[in-house]
């Protein structure tokens, strides 16, 4: 336990260290994760990309790596609601699951090495998991829809989400400021 | 107190997001009302990217197609519209030619012509888990407007559920939320069509006992007021006997895949629902009326003609019936359709109009019901505009023919 968690836990307040990114990064990295998401799946082989929710882990980076809880959450309400415009659904559905998501990541991401490939992986299921749950609840509550909850599909998408996500992660690191 | 805030800073900003966007769902639950300027922000920050790239793509892929395929300019958009075009006018026109084939005895065409339709290309899915919608090109600037139904040469695709000022969002026939009132081609069942997310639909509220077979088409009956009757939706898949409704299942033509260019229908004509299937079926065609036998009044030579389908002919006409009043269409009233102008729709003159046996052949005689003369459309290039019917089309008005001239 010793030698591993201290390699995925901060234990030192000095580790905690706010990534910092060009501006035109946070413009321009959600309006491509958005335009992917929207303009990929018109391809017949790329149709699967409709169930990658690109929004969600570009929100999950910036909350984790920002290490702020109110921009993690600002990050999220706006990338969920513009996902709601795109949607046939009520404004707030999306931007409430992601506001929760970027709050969350931003908490975790105080507390673990967020650039552990594991804890990324790990952080990307959990969260996958969680901002997918919390969308059927609000369908079942807010909208009265009779919806399930398929486990197992969400299962492996959360899977596909969390390697999707390490691959991600790494290239935005890329962007970093050099500090 | 400051300190306080201070401390439960974050909790605090979270709460009050969350509660802000709670009250903002309550709200448009309560009202059933929608947020539209944030979707319109939305939409309008990304549709012209996705426009430039889905431009960009098709550029490049028509160059690189031009210089590598010998069918390269075959595969051009403007020839995929325009063949589109083709076969959705094709398609109206064989359902017209069955028709006029079950009513045996009437040796014309009904005196309708399609709807009024523009071309829009798809430039983006739309977001959500459990939602099935489209972004196209075009918007309120177009003309396009809410509810307006969206359809293929193969069928029914959707309905336009928000308009922007140069892009509307198009709910798919897939997803869940859509509906629409539908009639079996062969024993002429009625429901509702449902989608279920999947590529299968189902068709709703057929009583136990009402016959429909599987492989059975299915198409739109126009009750619902937003697609015109007779656009093919599907073919059932399966069908199961309930309690109280049938089960029924069907595969829509026009969710296959999705399409790369639609048509709005702007101005909707019903049809008659074909006997014949729509497409993939050889459908016996007659000689033209407007052949070389001089059929249009047998006293004008005919000249030679380079529009292509009876729809075009009929366009042609009305275009030469405007002209002759010194008509601008799009401008005024509508001109007068009954005048007889020689060559065009009354005997005695060579002309381009070729003596088809359209609406505006059958001078004095159209149905009065839903007649009017602003109805007709001239089309002009592309933008999937066709010709549309002057009146309300109906069998009962189906005119025989005495030697091959509809008689008045």
Not at chain 2, 86 to 113: C, D, I, M, P
Request: charged share 15%; proline share 6%.
């Amino acid at each position: 336990m010793g030698s591993y968690a201290g390699r995925i836990l901060v234990d030192d307040a000095r580790q905690v260290r706010r990534a910092r990114y060009p501006l035109w990064v946070f413009f321009v990295v959600p309006l491509v994760a958005l335009l992917i998401q929207i303009y990929l799946p018109l391809f017949q082989t790329l149709r699967f990309m409709a169930k990658i929710d690109l929004p969600l882990l570009v929100t999950i980076y910036f909350a984790l790596m920002r290490r702020s809880q109110i921009r993690g959450l600002t990050i999220g309400l706006i990338l969920g609601v513009a996902q709601d415009s795109f949607s046939r659904f009520y404004i707030g559905m999306y931007g409430l699951c992601k506001t929760m998501v970027g709050y969350f990541s931003a908490s975790v991401g105080l507390q673990f090495d967020v650039e552990h490939p594991f804890v990324r992986m790990l952080l990307c299921l959990v969260f996958y998991f969680f901002h997918q749950f919390l969308y059927w609840v609000l369908q079942r509550a807010v909208l009265d829809q009779a919806v399930a909850f398929d486990f197992l599909g969400e299962g492996i998408l959360a899977v596909v989400h969390a390697l999707i996500g390490v691959a991600l992660f790494h290239f935005l690191d890329k962007l970093r400021v050099p500090e | 107190m400051e300190s306080l805030l201070h401390r439960y800073r974050n909790i605090t900003v979270l709460f009050v997001a969350i509660l802000a966007q709670i009250g903002a769902i309550a709200w448009q639950v309560r009202n059933d009302n929608d947020v539209p300027l944030l979707r319109i922000w939305a939409v309008s920050a990304v549709t012209p990217v996705a426009t430039a790239i889905e431009n960009l793509r098709s550029g490049v892929f028509g160059v690189a197609s031009d210089i590598f395929s010998s069918h390269g300019r075959e595969e051009s958009r403007a020839v995929r519209q325009e063949r589109d075009r083709l076969r959705l006018e094709n398609q109206l026109l064989k359902n017209e030619l069955a028709e006029a084939q079950k009513v045996g005895t009437l040796a014309g065409f009904q005196a309708h012509s399609p709807s009024r339709m523009l071309g829009a290309r798809v430039i983006g899915t739309t977001t959500g888990m459990s939602t099935h919608s489209v972004l196209i090109d075009r918007g309120s600037f177009s003309g396009v407007r809410k509810g307006m139904a969206v359809v293929t040469p193969d069928g029914i695709v959707g309905k336009v559920l928000e308009v922007y000022k140069f892009a509307s969002q198009v709910l798919s026939v897939t997803d869940p939320g859509f509906a629409a009132a539908v009639e079996s081609q062969k024993n002429h069942t009625r429901g509702v069509v449902k989608g279920q997310g999947s590529g299968n639909e189902k068709i709703e509220y057929v009583p136990a006992g009402q016959k429909v077979e599987k492989g059975e088409i299915f198409y739109t009956s126009g009750e619902d007021r937003i697609f015109p009757r007779g656009m093919p939706v599907g073919r059932v898949t399966s069908v199961e006997d309930g309690p109280v409704f049938q089960n029924i299942y069907l595969q829509a033509f026009a969710a296959e895949a999705v399409p790369e260019e639609v048509f709005v229908i702007v101005d909707p004509v019903h049809q008659e629902i074909p006997d014949a299937p729509p497409s993939d079926t050889p459908v016996f065609l007659a000689p033209d009326v407007s052949g070389p036998a001089g059929a249009s009044g047998g006293t004008g030579p005919q000249t030679p003609t380079t529009i292509g389908t009876q729809a075009d002919k009929i366009v042609e006409q009305y275009r030469q019936i405007g002209a002759a009043q010194n008509h601008v269409y799009g401008e005024g009233s509508a001109p007068n359709f009954n005048i007889k102008v020689p060559g065009v729709n009354a005997p005695g003159m060579p002309a381009g109009g070729s003596g088809f046996r359209g609406a505006a052949a059958v001078t004095g005689s159209l149905p009065a019901r839903g007649y009017s003369g602003g109805a007709t459309r001239a089309a002009s290039g592309y933008s999937g505009r066709v010709a549309r019917s002057a009146s309300g089309y109906s069998p009962a008005a189906a005119r025989p023919a005495t030697g091959g001239v509809i008689p008045r």
